[in-house]
């Protein structure tokens, strides 16, 4: 089981905090620093200093860290065009030398994409538009040196593509497919997905999305091995108090984030850690929402993973 830690950085943080975030999971011995893709802040908070872009952001990263994996969970379809996110997130992967993990999703937030002049078409077309930027983004980086890429679809059309940069990964990097839908997410999950996640859902519900992929893949006969991972927001503490601490910290409960998420003493966050393994999680992405209290990845470095 690899632990990575998964940041909102739209509820309010600068570029600095997020390093400091990200160089703290490193030496500590994370998987991976995953951040969300979004433009305005969720809930009771300011969200100063506003956002940052996760790609520009993920690209500094790449040069201040050497190890951790980078990623975003998820890029939304909706805020850019597939040749030019292909070029981006190539980029990223050569100057990380080949760390990038990249989850990609339909977009769902209409607030951030009114409030920036960004279309949100129907959930219809944001499915078939993330279809054909899977396509056009992994047949991008598949394409031979020397070779072009052209793509003629409902919604994008290249024509003689250099398909350049290539990323570090050959083939570009491993791609992640995430929701509980149970539908179209698993039928693109099976047929382009490096990685299945599902977010912020209980046991119950984990076991049968997974499912859902598992005969997805069958159906569509993959043999390529899929990872399986969920994500969860986490507050740990020592002791009970230390947890309503971190749980008044970031605005929720500890009744309702033990029932949502990864929440209580560090034996707690052990045992449904096991329930998820059980099920054939392999990662799990902790949200973390407070990246001023780095003495929390500290505690969940050294009695979670350290047990896990």
């Known amino acids: 089981m ?29 998987d991976a620093f995953f951040r969300s893709d979004h433009y305005v802040k969720m809930g009771d908070v300011t969200g100063e200093p506003g956002p940052t872009d996760s790609w520009i952001t993920l690209g500094a990263l790449a040069r201040e860290t050497s190890r951790i994996r980078l990623g975003t969970l998820v890029t939304a379809a909706t805020f ?42 129907s959930l219809g077309e944001r499915f078939a538009r993330l279809e054909e930027q899977l396509e ?5 980086w ?3 040196g020397g070779e072009t890429y052209s ?8 024509a003689d593509s250099p398909a350049l940069p ?24 099976a047929r382009y997905a490096d990685e299945y996640n599902v977010p912020f859902t209980q046991p119950e519900g984990t076991g049968a999305a997974f499912d859902r992929v598992r ?62 393994a059980e099920l054939g999680a392999e990662r799990v992405y902790l949200q973390v929402l407070d990246l001023q209290d780095l003495e929390h990845l500290e505690l969940l470095a050294a009695e979670v993973m350290a047990k896990l």
């Open 136 to 140: 056009i983004l992994t047949g991008l």
């Open 166 to 189: 290539k990323p570090a990964q050959a083939g570009g990097p491993p791609i992640i497919v995430g929701g509980a839908g149970p539908k179209r997410t698993p039928r693109l999950a």
């Open 2 to 30: 690899r632990l990575r830690i998964f940041t909102e950085p739209q509820q309010g943080a600068s570029y600095e905090t997020q390093l400091a975030v990200a160089k703290a999971a490193e030496d500590l011995g994370f």
């Open 142 to 144: 598949g394409t031979p």
């Open 151 to 158: 793509f003629s679809g409902e919604h994008y059309t290249l």
């Open 215 to 276: 005969a997805a893949c069958a159906e569509a006969g993959r043999t390529r091995p899929l990872v399986y991972s969920v994500a969860q927001v986490v507050c740990c503490g020592r002791d009970e108090e230390e947890v309503r601490r971190r749980a008044a910290a970031i605005g929720r409960t500890v009744p309702e984030l033990r029932t949502n998420g990864l929440t209580g003493t560090p034996g707690e966050l052990v045992d449904k850690i096991g329930r998820f």
């Open 80 to 121: 850019r065009h597939p040749g030019s996110l292909a070029i981006s997130v190539a980029q990223v992967d050569r100057m990380s030398g080949g760390r990038v993990d990249f989850g990609l999703g339909t977009g769902w937030f209409e607030e951030e994409h009114t409030a920036y002049g960004i279309p949100f078409p």
